[in-house]
């Protein structure tokens, strides 16, 4: 709960390496993005595109540096950046 929160860093360090050491790879890559959509967030976006590709993760940070995805290809990534940067992506939608 909320008033049981305790913000010292020896109880939370616990806590994060127990999500990299026991979560699944869902756990992981959401405690990723969402420490990234986290305005204090304390590592370099760049940091985690770099171990994502270096890793051979699954998984691309897309432009807004913010949002992890599944990925095949470099084009694949290209592609939905630009796709998400314009007005297409509302095309064909119908609104009522």
Same mark, same amino acid.
């Given at each position: 709960?909320?008033?049981?929160?305790?913000?010292s860093w020896?109880?939370?360090?616990?806590?994060i390496?127990? !999500?990299?050491?026991? @979560?699944?790879s869902?756990? !992981?890559? @959401?405690?990723?993005?969402?420490?990234?959509?986290?305005?204090?967030?304390?590592?370099?976006? &760049?940091?985690?595109?770099?171990?994502? &590709?270096? @890793? @051979?993760?699954a998984?691309?940070?897309l432009?807004?540096?913010?949002?992890?995805?599944?990925? &095949?290809t470099?084009?694949?990534?290209?592609?939905?950046?630009? !796709?998400?940067?314009?007005?297409?992506?509302?095309?064909?939608?119908?609104?009522?």
């Amino acid at each position: 709960m909320a008033d049981e929160f305790d913000n010292s860093w020896d109880i939370n360090v616990k806590g994060i390496k127990k !999500i990299f050491a026991e @979560g699944s790879s869902a756990d !992981i890559y @959401g405690f990723v993005q969402w420490l990234l959509r986290n305005q204090s967030c304390p590592i370099a976006p &760049t940091d985690i595109s770099v171990c994502l &590709t270096q @890793g @051979g993760s699954a998984y691309r940070l897309l432009d807004d540096d913010k949002t992890l995805f599944p990925i &095949t290809t470099s084009k694949e990534a290209k592609e939905l950046n630009r !796709i998400l940067e314009s007005d297409e992506i509302f095309a064909d939608a119908l609104f009522f």
